[in-house]
């Protein structure tokens, strides 16, 4: 009963290049949430996303960065033309249905941690 | 905007008794949530309050005051392995959860 499976757990890029994040949610939960974590800061909500739907963007930058989660396959967060500013460690969690239907639990993945040069 | 503090760290000894505390300023409130991180690890899910009160679970507890933007999170009897981050989460409508920075607690021996 495999958790939420999160690769690469780290990625080093270059300015200016591109880093793509995968996100497997736990067997049955078709919600998927990406958060940011910056060293002595708190998890940032990101974006919410069902299969083939972006539900909340708002905590996205507008530029540079994309969500998607796929009728098959994994939910990817893109970011495009990384700069020094976007090394962070990402989060997945997912929940089986809306949160605002049980007590709302998240299942965290381990995090992908992104280090940009 | 969400506004939710928690003291960035705490030590205690091992059998010892430590209180987290949290508050909270958010445009909503559906839910108070603490996780726990170990470092490098995903956060784990420890409890939820979304009414006022204590809720019990074993050596942990987590306390609510809706009234007084208040939380709690009570670990008993510390054991090394409770060293981490426990983190204090409000969810504010129907899915968001904001978080508070975290605090760091180490145990000693």
């Known amino acids: 009963n495999a958790g939420v499976m999160q690769n690469p757990r780290h990625l080093v890029r270059r300015r200016g290049q591109e880093a793509r994040l995968r996100c497997s949610p736990m067997k049955g939960h078709s919600h998927v949430y990406w958060y940011r974590q910056l060293p002595e800061e708190g998890l940032k909500f990101m974006v919410y996303l069902q299969k083939e739907n972006i539900i909340d963007e708002s905590g996205m930058p507008k530029e540079r960065f994309s969500a998607e989660f796929p009728k098959e396959g994994p939910s990817i967060l893109r970011i495009q033309q990384v700069v020094r500013g976007d090394s962070a460690a990402y989060f997945c969690?997912?929940?089986?249905?809306?949160?605002?239907?049980?007590?709302?639990?998240?299942?965290f993945g381990e995090g992908s941690r992104l280090t940009v040069l | 905007g969400q506004n939710i503090d928690q003291p960035t760290e705490m030590t205690a000894t091992e059998g010892a008794i430590v209180q987290i505390n949290c508050t909270y300023q958010?445009?909503?409130?559906?839910?108070l949530f603490w996780y726990q991180q170990h470092a490098g690890e995903a956060p784990t899910f420890l409890s939820y309050?979304?009414?006022?009160g204590l809720e019990e679970k074993g050596r942990f507890s987590s306390f609510l005051s809706r009234s007084k933007g208040y939380s709690y999170l009570l670990l008993k009897e510390l054991q090394m392995k409770d060293s981490a981050s426990y983190l204090c989460a409000v969810r504010d409508g129907d899915y968001k959860l904001s978080f508070g920075a975290g605090t760091t607690v180490t145990v000693r021996a």
């Open positions: 309050n979304v009414l006022d």
């Open positions: 969690a997912s929940s089986p249905i809306n949160l605002a239907q049980n007590t709302g639990e998240l299942f």
């Open positions: 958010t445009s909503g409130f559906n839910g």
